[in-house]
């Protein structure tokens, strides 16, 4: 088992050794080594199983603090206008990289994902290090992401020296992820709470979205097979009709604001927003899957949201989550 603490002295210290603490932010809980020492990041990829090709994010206190890993030239106003509108918060930005980045960071890619993330005990600790830290999502590589300390004590406890416990993410989807193309165009390789509108509104330039690279891999965690849970799960578009196709199973069933009401037995059932409020589903998605997949159910099925505003990153997360039936 990991040390559970709120002592941030404690983690620095593992972290200063080289190894591995698990630290609260605002979206979900991340998996951090010193994103400068090789060895140190190695550990991270060994921890999750994490395929070596799928590159990591820094965190950093401070666009100061920032600086000296990326490459601003093309970038610094943009850069300015995001942070002051979404940072600390769940923005990654894709910026070309300086040589103090290693290679096994960005997994040998040009570009280094970065953000401040907004969880005060989280800032406070990188502002006592120097230098960032690295962190993907604290779970096994595949798995759902962590939402509370017991989430990932649970997943990766034997795995990791330290978790640094923050209480449960606020937002609880992971961060939109956005760079520039080519052409200079802003585009958003993972959805998440802040939006294209949102970006649009401070960029004057409306992204682009490309979640998927069959050739490229530029983002390996867009590929399928992600943010899954064990137990078999299912995405509805059609809640009756999946509901009759499962009905002699032992059925676990997540939906977005009422009550199933149908004759189909389920063994448990979680209600994400009665309001109908997408924030609060997001900061619940992750635990209402967790909680499901100890309960040894045949089947977890999950109502699909509404495809407006946050709920597309929703749906996006669980479509990667689950087989979807129509
Ligand atoms: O909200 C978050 O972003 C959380 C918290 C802990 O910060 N972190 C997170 O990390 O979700 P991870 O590793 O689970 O997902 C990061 C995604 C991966 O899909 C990775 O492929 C992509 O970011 N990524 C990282 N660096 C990249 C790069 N240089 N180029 C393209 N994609 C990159
Ligand atoms: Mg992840």
Do not use: C
């Not at 921890?47 to 030239?73: C, Q, V, W």
């Not at 490229?216 to 137990?231: C, R």
């Amino acid at each position: 088992m990991a040390i559970l603490t709120t002592n941030i002295i404690e983690a620095k210290t593992v972290l200063d050794a080289g190894g591995l603490v698990a630290i609260p932010t605002e979206t979900v809980y991340g998996l951090a080594a010193n994103g400068i020492d090789s060895d140190a990041v190695s550990n991270i990829f060994k921890a999750k199983g994490r395929p070596s090709n799928n590159p990591l994010i820094l965190h950093f206190a401070s666009i100061a603090d920032m600086e000296p890993y990326i490459d601003l030239t093309d970038f610094s106003e943009q850069l300015g206008l995001l942070a002051e509108a979404f940072w600390p918060g769940p923005l990654t930005l894709l910026l070309p990289k300086s040589e103090k980045v290693p290679e096994i960071t960005t997994a040998g890619l040009s570009r280094v994902a970065v953000r401040i993330p907004n969880h005060s005990l989280t800032l406070l600790l990188l502002e006592q290090l120097n230098y960032p830290l690295a962190a993907p999502s604290a779970n096994p590589s595949g798995y759902i992401s962590p939402t509370t300390a017991s989430h990932v004590q649970k997943q990766l406890g034997n795995k990791i020296d330290l978790i640094l416990d923050g209480g449960p993410s606020d937002k609880g989807l992971e961060s939109t992820i956005l760079g520039w193309d080519e052409n200079g165009w802003p585009t958003i390789y993972r959805k998440g709470v802040i939006s294209a509108e949102a970006i649009e509104q401070v960029l004057q330039k409306l992204p682009t979205t490309q979640l998927t690279h069959p050739k490229t891999l530029e983002a390996p965690g867009m590929l399928s097979s992600h943010y899954s849970p064990n137990t078999k799960t299912i995405l509805s578009e059609n809640l009756p009709k999946t509901m009759g196709n499962h009905k002699n199973k032992s059925i676990g069933l997540i939906t977005f604001q009422t009550v199933y009401q149908g004759d189909v037995f389920i063994k448990h059932q979680i209600v994400l927003s009665k309001k109908g409020s997408f924030d609060e589903v997001a900061q619940k998605l992750y635990a209402a899957m967790h909680e499901l997949d100890e309960l040894n159910l045949d089947v977890i099925i999950i109502e699909k949201m509404p495809e407006t505003g946050v709920g597309t990153a929703i749906n996006d997360r669980l479509t990667r989550a689950a087989y979807s039936e129509k």
